[in-house]
Structure formats: C-alpha cells, structure tokens
C-alpha cells in the first residue's frame, strides 16, 4: 500500500464550524479515488490521510492535487515510532528524491514535527540523528537555512510518517461548503477559469452553455463538453447544460438596433440561467465578465445585463487582467481546448460597433416586441443535461 499525506491550511481557522468543513474535504477526497483499488481516507488529527495500492499512487497524486481545499500532499513512508525506522526511512526518501532530481543534491534539511510528546526524543535529536544518516548514506550536505531538499518527519500518536517529497494542491475551500451555483461557460479562455476560481472558494457548480446549430457546429458543442470535463477533474463542475439558442437569438438580432444585439443576447442567457438555478436548487450565477474587456463587460452593460435576472451575478474574474487569466487557463488545463478554433455562439451576429452603454429604456423597448419570459422558458425547458 502507498500511503499519502493531505495537507489542508485555511480550514484551520473556521473555528466551531470546523468540522463542516473537514467533512466536507473527506467526502471530496473520498470521491476522487474511490475508483482506485483498496483506496481509504482517514482524518488524523490536522492531515487527511490517503491509502491506496501501490500501482495507484501516481493517479492518486494526480486526482489529489485537484482538490480544493488541499494546499499540499506527500507521498509517504509509514514506519514505527523508533528512531532507527525513522533513519531508515529517511534516507530511502532522500535517495529516491535525488533520483528524481539530481539537483536535490546541493543540499538538505530535517524538518520534524513530534506531536506524539510520549516519543522519547526530542524534534532537534530527531533532526539530529536522522540528519547524520543521510548525509553518511547520500554524502549531500546540511543546509538549515536554504536547502534544496526537505527532508519531513511527522510523528503522531497514530502514525509516524517520513517523506521528501511536497505537491501543491489547490487550496481554496472543499468545493460545496459554500453553496451551489450555474455557470454560464462559453468556449473561450475566460470562463472555466472564472468557474475554477469560484471552485476554490467553495462553489459547487452546474454550467450553462448556449448553441446556436447550424451557425456553431459539433466542434464547438465537443469544445466546451471538453472543457467542462477538465473543469470536472477539479471537482468544479459537475453537470453541463447545453441549451439551444438559435431561433431565439435570430429574434433578439432583429427587435432592436444592431449595437444592442450583444446586451440582448447575454439578458436572455441570465433569464435562463435564473430558471436553471432555480430548478438545481443554485443561489447564485457565476460568470467569466472582465471589466472593460469587450463592450458587453463595461459598468453600464454589466449592471443592465444584471438586473434581467433575480439571482446574485459573481464575477470572479472582474479585475483581472488577460495575461493573468491566460497564466491560470494553462495551470488548470483548458488553455489549449479553448484556443481550439471553433467559435460559440457569443461570436455570432455581433455588429461591428456595439453599443458599450446601452440604454436600458432602448433594451426594454427591443425586448417588448418579444415574449422573452416565455423565450427563456423555452430555452431552459428544452436544454439538454449531460452528467459529467
């Protein structure tokens, strides 16, 4: 068996509703390796604990490192509480560390931490002896201060745990402590990056996409069922809706002067998102809008497009800039799907000058000449549901 160590950080300041939180990272832990042969999940005291067959332990890290609320993991050795098992194992882990990286070699350092006060030495002995033992056995150097490669030691009363390797994980909060929401997610590179984000921050999340057949094609409607399946490795994303907008679109283009097309379009996507939040119990909308970036995403088109609908709108994206957004596309993965060249919906019927503060009086007067509530109705009623 192959034993990794979970690491959580900002749950340990939710003082009295702490445990929510934990049990809430246990169940997200325990979903991503369910799958993986003899896979069990513990929750020591401050660590969460994973158990998997040796064969699994490099899916195991993969699928750990995905999960919110884990701000890192190691793989590790399990030993008994003795002093020459820790030497031991310390130094297997240094080696098998430089193997990897050789550049490892330039240094090293202990890092106890003996939370079990019945073993009977103390974190600077055991840094002690465990230091002389690798060093005699590796010949690399000591480096307190600044060492390439750390060395931990955990001692605990239910395990005693040394490892030399760290993975980050994401942080955040487990996904679902703090609440349900849609998210409406087109193919482009903004929006699963705003879904990711608000992932982190404890949303659990069903999305929303708009298809417009025969103007977008299958390749565009794969495009973001690619991208919602990589958001669903992070635990973001659970389902996908694919609502078709074609015929409605058509109308919304024709009711009001060309520059309002984009404000009408995005109106009548957050009356169906409303429809679908209410239908899956979500309490808010969460979408990829950057301030200024294109003209539907100024203050003025944001608060017009907003008021459309009931639920609250968030934006996790609102201040950042484009180089910043492309930087967390590539880390969590869709990048490259959405710089794929098939273009969604948004991109269709858009006037060359559209309006970057429309008047919400002209928007109104556009939208009297169709029977949007029963458009949105529609469009939601008839949205096809693909269980990632």
């Known amino acids: 068996m192959t034993t990794i160590l979970c ?11 702490r445990h929510i939180f934990l049990r809430a990272l246990a169940n997200n ?29 490099a899916e195991a890290c993969s699928r750990l490192e995905r999960v919110f609320g884990l701000v890192s993991i190691s793989p590790v050795a399990s030993v008994a509480a003795d002093i020459d098992a820790i030497c031991a194992a310390a130094v297997v882990e240094a080696q098998a560390a430089v193997e990897r990286d050789p550049d490892l070699r330039r240094s090293f350092k202990i890092e106890p931490h003996r939370s079990n006060k019945q ?43 040394v490892f030399a390797e760290r993975r980050p994980a994401p942080g955040g909060l487990p996904a679902g402590v703090s609440g349900r929401a849609i998210l409406l997610l087109s193919g482009g590179i903004d929006s699963p990056v705003a ?36 958001l669903n490795r992070w635990q ?6 694919i609502a078709g907008f074609t015929e409605t679109q058509k109308r919304l283009r024709a009711a009001g002067r060309p520059e309002l097309a984009v404000v009408l379009y995005r109106r009548m996507m957050v009356r169906v998102a409303d429809l679908l939040c209410e239908r899956a119990h979500c309490g808010a909308i969460v ?18 497009i907003e008021v459309a609908g009931r639920h609250l709108i968030l934006r996790p994206l609102l201040t ?14 869709t990048y490259d799907i959405s710089a794929l060249p098939f273009e969604d919906c948004c991109s269709l019927f858009v006037p060359a000058h559209p309006a970057t503060a429309a008047r919400l009086s002209d928007v109104e007067r556009a939208e009297a000449t169709l029977d949007v509530a029963k458009e949105a109705a529609d469009i939601a009623e008839q949205a096809e549901r693909i269980v990632l």
């Open 195 to 230: 879904g990711w984000l608000a992932a982190k921050r404890g949303l659990a999340q069903e999305a929303l996409t708009f298809h417009s057949p025969p103007f977008t094609g299958e390749k565009a409607k794969d495009k973001v069922i690619a991208l919602a399946r990589q």
């Open 29 to 57: 832990v325990r979903a991503a390796v369910r799958d993986l042969p003899e896979a069990k999940v513990s929750l020591p005291h401050g660590r969460v604990v994973v158990a998997v067959a040796d064969q699994a332990r």
């Open 320 to 333: 950042y800039d484009k180089v910043e957004i492309t930087a967390l596309a590539r880390r969590i993965g």
């Open 7 to 17: 690491r959580y950080g900002e749950l340990f300041l939710k003082g009295g509703n």
């Open 287 to 304: 979408t990829g809008d950057n301030l200024g970036q294109v003209a539907s995403q100024t203050l003025t088109n944001m608060r017009n």
């Open 119 to 161: 073993f009977p030495l103390q974190s600077h002995e055991i840094a002690c002896r465990a230091g002389d033992a690798v060093s005699e056995a590796t010949g690399i150097p000591v480096d307190v201060h600044n060492p390439a490669l750390r060395v931990g030691i955990e001692i605990s009363t239910q395990a005693t745990h």
């Open 236 to 241: 973001a994303v659970s389902t996908l809706w």
